[in-house]
């Protein structure tokens, strides 16, 4: 299996913001266009999305660049609507034992992103992935985000030693998420390399187009410029270790069967 990115904006904020970072990323060589469009806040009062007109501009930007789209779902009632549209449902950090959730993606025929809780250990963040494989789903990715802990200088600690062990004790491709893991641009990348290193599946990243204007985490987002380089730099810490950068078919590939 090959090493699979999916980079694009926080939130999906407009039409120009989204086709500015989509031909970016796209340009790049990633294989996948992420963007939310239910976005989950600390704030009641932040950005929450755009939610299905955001989606339309995200299916159609995707079909432009030819990229397959990633996107959040956040509640049972989200999911018709996500199912018909997206090819890959992510569940975020703060939905990982939303039971109900996973039990409803277990019904479902499509790849889903689930994403390491806040303060989850890795037993927990497998025992919510079985929750979607008993129900029939066997197209699960795990994400590694960043976990909570002491540390202060960065958003969150990027647990690398749990990719490992994940993919020790499990079947399932495991991807790294080092935007919310940092939460420092210049952080990404060494990040990013390190990940390959110790064998993630992808990458999942943040790439806005200006991120000083972004409506949703720009502080944590990649330039294009930073993004490409990234990209270039990628094969060679791939090959290093028997890897390539991922030759796509399709999105469900992504995925690996139980």
């Given at each position: 299996?090959?090493?699979?990115?999916?980079?694009?904006?926080?939130?999906?904020?407009?039409?120009?913001?989204?086709?500015?970072?989509?031909?970016?990323?796209?340009?790049?060589?990633?294989?996948?266009?992420?963007?939310?469009?239910?976005?989950?806040?600390?704030?009641p009062y932040a950005f929450q999305g755009?939610?299905?007109?955001?989606?339309?501009?995200?299916?159609?930007?995707?079909?432009?660049?030819?990229?397959?789209?990633?996107?959040?779902?956040?509640?049972?009632?989200?999911?018709?609507?996500?199912?018909?549209?997206?090819?890959?449902?992510?569940?975020?950090?703060?939905?990982?034992?939303?039971?109900?959730?996973?039990?409803?993606?277990?019904?479902?025929?499509?790849?889903?992103?689930?994403?390491?809780?806040?303060?989850?250990?890795?037993?927990?963040?497998?025992?919510?992935?079985?929750?979607?494989?008993?129900?029939?789903?066997?197209?699960?990715?795990?994400?590694?985000?960043?976990?909570?802990?002491?540390?202060?200088?960065?958003?969150?600690?990027?647990?690398?030693?749990?990719?490992?062990?994940?993919?020790?004790?499990?079947?399932?491709?495991?991807?790294?998420?080092?935007?919310?893991?940092?939460?420092?641009?210049?952080?990404?990348?060494?990040?990013?390399?390190?990940?390959?290193?110790?064998?993630?599946?992808?990458?999942?990243?943040?790439?806005?187009?200006?991120?000083?204007?972004?409506?949703?985490?720009?502080?944590?987002?990649?330039?294009?410029?930073?993004?490409?380089?990234?990209?270039?730099?990628?094969?060679?810490?791939?090959?290093?270790?028997?890897?390539?950068?991922?030759?796509?078919?399709?999105?469900?590939?992504?995925?690996?069967?139980?």
């Amino acid at each position: 299996r090959g090493f699979v990115v999916m980079a694009g904006p926080c939130a999906v904020e407009g039409a120009e913001q989204l086709e500015l970072s989509a031909r970016a990323v796209a340009h790049a060589g990633a294989h996948l266009l992420r963007g939310g469009v239910f976005k989950p806040r600390t704030s009641p009062y932040a950005f929450q999305g755009m939610g299905e007109p955001g989606l339309k501009l995200l299916v159609d930007a995707g079909k432009r660049h030819g990229l397959p789209i990633i996107s959040e779902v956040m509640e049972t009632e989200q999911l018709p609507l996500m199912a018909q549209h997206a090819d890959i449902l992510q569940v975020g950090a703060r939905n990982m034992q939303n039971f109900g959730l996973l039990r409803a993606l277990g019904r479902v025929r499509k790849p889903v992103l689930l994403k390491r809780g806040l303060s989850a250990t890795v037993q927990e963040w497998l025992n919510a992935a079985e929750y979607i494989l008993a129900g029939g789903n066997e197209q699960v990715i795990l994400c590694e985000r960043g976990i909570r802990t002491f540390e202060t200088a960065m958003r969150n600690t990027l647990d690398l030693a749990a990719v490992a062990w994940a993919k020790q004790h499990s079947h399932l491709p495991v991807i790294v998420d080092p935007s919310h893991a940092t939460g420092i641009p210049a952080l990404i990348q060494p990040m990013s390399l390190a990940a390959a290193a110790a064998g993630a599946d992808g990458l999942l990243i943040e790439v806005h187009a200006k991120p000083e204007l972004a409506l949703c985490d720009g502080q944590q987002a990649m330039s294009p410029e930073d993004f490409m380089t990234l990209m270039r730099r990628l094969p060679g810490v791939l090959a290093a270790v028997d890897r390539h950068l991922w030759k796509p078919e399709g999105p469900a590939q992504i995925a690996g069967a139980r």
